[in-house]
Every structure is written in structure tokens, then in C-alpha cells.
T-cell receptor
Framework: AQTVTQSQPEMSVQEAETVTLSCTYD???????LFWYKQPPSRQMILVIR??????QNATENRFSVNFQKAAKSFSLKISDSQLGDAAMYFC????????????FGTGTRLTIIP | DTGVSQNPRHKITKRGQNVTFRCDPI?????LYWYRQTLGQGPEFLTY????????KSGLLSDRFSAERPKGSFSTLEIQRTEQGDSAMYLC?????????????FGPGTRLTVT
């Protein structure tokens, strides 16, 4: 079974600065997807960024980028130019490409933005 | 399209009562997922439908939990004889599952409190 570990329960960053959230995972599969989801307080979860394991190039979405290290099974999220609206719980998630379509989530990192 | 909707948003029930939650997915999505999220944890998979077929239900916690999607559109999740340990946020998600786009779009959740 796959597992996802987020070792930072809480992080904080000054507004306009850069922060990196860590995620490691364990799998014996070679083909899968990795995601970062954002869950603002009392609001629904939204997808921030997606990475296909077969792609060597790291995904980027505006201020959000990932550092995907397949051999190390590491998938960190970098948020540049942090904004107050980035404050949320961030969840790393794993999805196998072998049919069960079940997302496996980490325990999350609560990100606080300091004005 | 306004996204995934869930009703009710909050449910308070007494131990031993049955509860039913509804999820309406994004209209063109044929895949529908149920997850459960307890405080301080990431969502945990419960079950998954492709159209009306329930293809995976390994996460359903006991035989008190059941889900259906009779016409391949909305879905219901029922918990019979509720227990205090069932208190959690129940999340629904949907996806089109086309190509490499396995993005799951989440609803706002139904928060269940069992007293």
C-alpha cells in the first residue's frame, strides 16, 4: 500500500517571501500521479498543482512549483511571493495509474502567512 | 456549472440514528468518489463509482456504511446506527477521468456530529 508523509504539521512565512512544503511517499509502482491540494479554512479543497511521475520536468503553476525527485520519492511544493490568500492546509496526495483511482493523502501542513 | 455540491452541509444526529448524505457531481463527470476527513488528518478514501457501477469500496469502514449512485448522476452515502466515532467531514469528489487528467474536484463536504 502507498503511504504519503508530510513531516511539517505547521509552517509560517512572511508575506511576499518563499516557502517550501515537504512531502515524501512510499510506493513500489513506477507510474503514478502526485498532487498538492489546498484546503482554506471552512472552504473546499482545490487542486494547486499536479505532477505525472513519467515526466522529468517539474510542474509549475504561476507562483507554485514542485521539486519532484522520483528516486528519493520526494515531492515538495514551493510557493513564491506568498500572499495572504495562500493561508490554508496543504495536502500532498498520491494517485496510482493502475486503476483504483483512490487518492492517498498525507496529514497536511498548515501554512500561516505573516503580514 | 457550479461544481460539486453536497447536502446537507452540517448534520447533527443522536447515536444509533441513520443518516444519509447527498452528492451532486459536476454534470459531465462520470466518476464520483467519497472520502472521510477527521480533525487534523487528510481525507481517507471510502468508495468510488464509475457511472452507476461501484468499482471500489475497500474504504467503507463497516457494513453500516453504504453508498449508491443509481442513475450515474448524484450519489448518496448512508450510515446506519451511527456511533460517536463516525463524527467527521464527509467529502465527495468527481472527475472525468479522461486521458491523464485524473483531477478530482471536491465538494464543500458534509460535517457529521454524532452526539
Amino acid at each position: 500500500a502507498q503511504t504519503v508523509t508530510q513531516s511539517q504539521p505547521e509552517m509560517s512565512v512572511q508575506e511576499a517571501e518563499t516557502v517550501t512544503l515537504s512531502c515524501t511517499y512510499d510506493t513500489s509502482e513506477s507510474d503514478y500521479y502526485l498532487f498538492w491540494y489546498k484546503q482554506p479554512p471552512s472552504r473546499q479543497m482545490i487542486l494547486v498543482i499536479r505532477q505525472e511521475a513519467y515526466k522529468q520536468q517539474n510542474a509549475t503553476e504561476n507562483r507554485f512549483s514542485v521539486n519532484f525527485q522520483k528516486a528519493a520519492k520526494s515531492f515538495s511544493l514551493k510557493i513564491s511571493d506568498s500572499q495572504l490568500g495562500d493561508a490554508a492546509m496543504y495536502f500532498c496526495a498520491y494517485l496510482s495509474n493502475f486503476g483504483n483511482e483512490k487518492l492517498t493523502f498525507g496529514t497536511g501542513t498548515r501554512l500561516t502567512i505573516i503580514p | 456549472d457550479t461544481g460539486v455540491s453536497q447536502n446537507p452541509r452540517h448534520k447533527i444526529t443522536k447515536r444509533g440514528q441513520n443518516v444519509t448524505f447527498r452528492c451532486d457531481p459536476i454534470s459531465e463527470h462520470n466518476r464520483l468518489y467519497w472520502y472521510r476527513q477527521t480533525l487534523g488528518q487528510g481525507p481517507e478514501f471510502l468508495t468510488y463509482f464509475q457511472n452507476e457501477a461501484q468499482l471500489e469500496k475497500s474504504g467503507l469502514l463497516s457494513d453500516r456504511f453504504s453508498a449508491e449512485r443509481p442513475k450515474g448522476s448524484f450519489s448518496t452515502l448512508e450510515i446506519q446506527r451511527t456511533e460517536q466515532g463516525d463524527s467527521a467531514m464527509y467529502l465527495c469528489a468527481s472527475s472525468s477521468g479522461q486521458g491523464s487528467s485524473y483531477e478530482q474536484y471536491f465538494g464543500p463536504g458534509t460535517r457529521l456530529t454524532v452526539t
